[in-house]
């Protein structure tokens, strides 16, 4: 009875480490986002320093979930709990890794043209909601809202669409870098939200035993 107090404990330590983990992808995503839109370049650096601190307790926890599979050999539920834990961890460390690509794109010297970050600013902002909603529905448990999260998977792909036919019709002998920048940044933020709905279909795996059927994030 003790040693299955202690691996509760431990699960119950790693379900809220894993949220801490994410807690500092969405701080990292915030910070990169607002670095963009304002053109902070001391609010990118800070989301640039913070990284190694995400990679290094993702490191941990994951060892830490491995131990658990190795000294405890769980089954059913335990066993669920513990591959979408791996799983969540590595979509937040992957959200913190692309927040750190905005945060770099946010540092560099670009002009950045109205309509275009008036497009961006509503991209960041609905990335920004999700990666709060997955959040939410691991530390809740929440299968219905995690099922409706799941259901948004191209929650921005129309706004990349938009942003790439208004970064089209740009002219003039900035556009090319305006481009470049601003695909870029649409791009790592539209990957940033699909974590989050990755997140989401963990919970829904972890909860059910059943994953919807939807591709992985590779980026």
Known sequence: MTTRISFQEAMGALRAN????GSLAEDAVR???EALLNNDRNRAEAVILGDPDIDALFVTLEQEAYHLIARQAPVATDLRFLVSALRVMADWER???LAVW???I???DWPREP???LILREMAARAIDLVDQARAVWSKKDLEAATVLVGLDSALDGGYGRLTAHLLAQEG???NSL???ALLAGRHIGRIADHAVAVADRVVYMLTGKSVARAEVTG
């Not at 894993?18 to 983990?21: E, G, K, R």
């Open 18 to 21: 894993v949220d801490w983990l």
């Open 31 to 33: 910070g990169a986002c």
């Open 95 to 97: 959200t913190g890794g």
């Open 102 to 104: 905005v945060a770099k």
């Open 106 to 108: 946010a540092a560099d």
């Open 115 to 117: 309509g275009t970050m």
């Open 173 to 175: 002998p900035d556009a």
């Open 179 to 181: 481009v470049m920048n």
